[in-house]
């Protein structure tokens, strides 16, 4: 059984294997000063629902049940791999987890998708926050049980917060360094206390959080990995897998919260199925077959010449595309400046400078891409033109510390002749390595110490060799030996966890409303801790303080404007090669889904907002 408080309130619940202690104390510790009530919260305080509301207005509330939806996923997090999985515990730095693990978690509040950071009560039915702000005390709803019948009590946030922070994977543990401790103040009510130093974001950082069962992370130890699924609270739970190929999320049919208005026209499926493939050739082979039935097409190639297969032409299979309005995020190939052939700026703006974008969009990619410029694209984050009066106060007092071009234009990738081997590009860059301190010798180019520079540009896939093969012609022709490859899935994620590579291709998304997360891509802290998003190992004083101003900032201009500085600073240090985006989901599906009229603005939630129509199923043989 879950343990209870005693009458008193005032035992000490111990946690295994976390470093710290959630204390039940009496009503009169809860917050001297009088508490706001919110049904939400938001980072800037605008709330789009009224507590009433009974839907979000993005889902189609009455959506039927049932039928499989069967995808190779597009995003994934923490410790998940898209292309195997060893393990079902998702939340550690530890072994490689299934995507979409969090489908079986609850959390105490959950996203609006239609705002930029809008959150709205799940476990919690409300939650108090106290007059000087460090304490949120969340509500709980009564009705909140496990899959095992058990309640989901104060005990369980609480154990589940500090354990996270204790133990979770550096993702989530570094984001939580201002959170104090969580207090059970009853069965169904609980306060977390921040030291007074946290962002206006981590409040939704931890509400966003997965709720463990204390009870069942006493026997089992969180630490490490498992192919037992885990006891769970959430929509669906793990059903039939094999471990690498496949894994199927069941949905729980007396889920306690299915009525709730978040959750409302949510989790339509009954069965929610991952495939996992090695190379993506096969696994577009197995949506042709029907084996998949949802694909997000990130080939243009394929794109562009391959949908040409006998289910396209008897319409059983369509093309369509969705807008994609969220900032692109970044996508390229990050140098690690570890490695001292890297620590130049200007060598690795000369190695920008050997791809040739415009060549590839037109004889590789179909002319369907633009090119990537910032951290921030597509959003108003991105800088642009010269620094604004509002920008300039922010970067000034770093005036000697950064790059001049930080207070002109943005730096901006080069633009080729599209001939895939522009001399003029390729003469400015052997200017820049000479600049640098390294030397040509015959065919070979020397860093300053006299060694041959390499470069391997590590991968999981082999997807990308036509477009790297080309990009390592124009670095031979710089004297730099170069080369490409591919790893396993588990291999390539455990290097990237180690920095143990020279240059890795990746792409990471923003969100509209930047959060504590934003250290993990660029932090000086996150340079240095295994399992971070800082691959590059930007390690910068002056990023440091833009990104503590950004995430300071009380207004969402104020935040635009030091979100703006920063990316000038960032530009300048030309940490990656940005490769390319677009503002659309691409997408092919067996024509038997049906999904709301317009999807939200901030995501793309199909697993959770689409749905099986019958009758088109039956219409193409895909009923059973």
């Not at 204390?23 to 009433?52: I, N, Q």
């Not at 306060?191 to 007074?196: C, H, K, P």
């Not at 240095?528 to 691959?535: D, I």
Request: hydrophobic letters at 40%; a negative charge; glycine letters at 6%.
């Amino acid at each position: 059984m879950t343990d209870t408080l005693d009458t008193s309130r005032r035992r000490l619940l111990k946690l295994t294997g976390a470093a710290a202690v959630v204390a039940a104390l009496p009503a009169t510790s809860r917050m001297a000063s009088a508490a706001e009530v919110r049904h939400g919260l938001s980072v800037f305080g605008d709330l789009k629902y009224p507590a009433d509301f009974p839907h979000f207005d993005y889902v189609v509330p009455d959506a039927p049940k049932g039928g499989r939806f069967v995808f190779r996923v597009p995003s994934w997090r923490y410790n998940q791999n898209p292309q195997t999985f060893n393990t079902f515990n998702s939340f550690i730095l530890k072994g490689d987890a299934p995507p979409r693990m969090e489908l079986c978690f609850d959390s105490l509040m959950v996203r609006a998708l239609d705002e930029p950071d809008a959150m709205y009560g799940l476990v919690a039915e409300s939650v108090e926050i106290s007059g000087d702000g460090n304490t949120y005390t969340f509500n709980l709803r009564p009705e909140a049980r496990f899959h095992d019948g058990s309640k989901l009590t104060a005990e369980d946030v609480a154990f589940s917060v500090i354990l996270l922070k204790a133990d979770g994977h550096p993702q989530i543990s570094q984001t939580l360094g201002e959170l104090l401790d969580a207090e059970v103040i009853d069965e169904h009510r609980v306060a977390i206390r921040f030291t007074g130093n946290q962002t206006r974001q981590l409040p939704l950082v931890v509400a966003e959080l997965p709720i463990f069962s204390k009870r069942y992370y006493t026997t089992y130890d969180f630490k490490q990995t498992t192919l037992t699924p885990p006891l769970s609270s959430g929509p669906y739970k793990v059903g039939k897998h094999a471990v690498g190929r496949y894994v199927e999320y069941h949905a729980v049919a007396d889920y306690w919260a299915k009525d709730l208005p978040v959750v409302k026209g949510h989790n339509n499926f009954e069965i929610v199925r991952l495939d996992f493939f090695r190379e993506y050739q096969v696994a577009f082979e197995a949506f042709k077959k029907g084996e998949v039935t949802f694909h997000e097409e990130f080939s243009s190639k394929t794109w562009a010449t391959e949908y040409n297969f006998p289910a396209i032409d008897e319409g059983k299979v369509v093309r369509k595309g969705f807008p994609d309005n969220r900032p692109s995020g970044a996508q390229g190939w990050f140098f690690n400046t570890r490695l001292k052939k890297f620590s130049d700026p200007r060598v690795r703006r000369a190695i920008g400078y050997a791809f040739d974008f415009e060549w590839s969009n037109q004889s590789l990619f179909y002319g369907l891409y633009s090119r990537t410029q910032s951290f921030f694209q597509n959003s108003a984050m991105m800088a642009e033109g010269m620094p604004s009066p509002e920008e300039l106060p922010l970067l000034e007092p770093y005036r000697g510390k950064v790059p001049d071009e930080v207070f002109g234009e943005p730096y901006v990738q080069p633009v080729s002749d599209g001939s895939g081997f522009d001399r003029n590009l390729l003469r400015k860059a052997s200017e820049l390595l000479k600049e640098a301190g390294f030397e040509r010798k015959g065919t070979t180019l020397l860093d300053t110490d006299g060694d041959p520079v390499t470069i391997e540009f590590l991968s999981n896939t082999t997807a990308f060799e036509r477009i790297v093969l080309p990009y390592i012609k124009n670095l031979n022709r710089l004297g730099i030996e170069a080369n490409f490859r591919v790893v396993d899935p588990a291999q390539y994620q455990a290097r990237l966890n180690d920095f143990d590579f020279d240059v890795a291709g990746r792409r990471f998304s923003l969100s509209a409303t930047l959060s504590d997360t934003v250290r993990q891509y660029w932090g000086s802290l996150a340079a240095e801790t295994k399992g971070s998003f800082n691959l590059s190992g930007i390690a910068d004083p002056v990023v440091d303080e833009l990104i503590e101003k950004a995430l300071a900032a009380e207004t969402r201009e104020e935040m635009t404007i030091a979100a703006r500085a920063l990316d000038r600073v960032l530009r300048s240090g030309h940490y990656w090669v940005p490769q390319w985006s677009k503002g659309t989901h691409t997408v092919a599906i067996w024509d038997m889904f049906g999904y709301p009229d317009e999807p939200p603005h901030y995501d793309f939630p199909v697993e959770t907002t689409w749905w099986v129509d019958k009758e088109k199923a039956e219409k193409i043989g895909m009923a059973g």
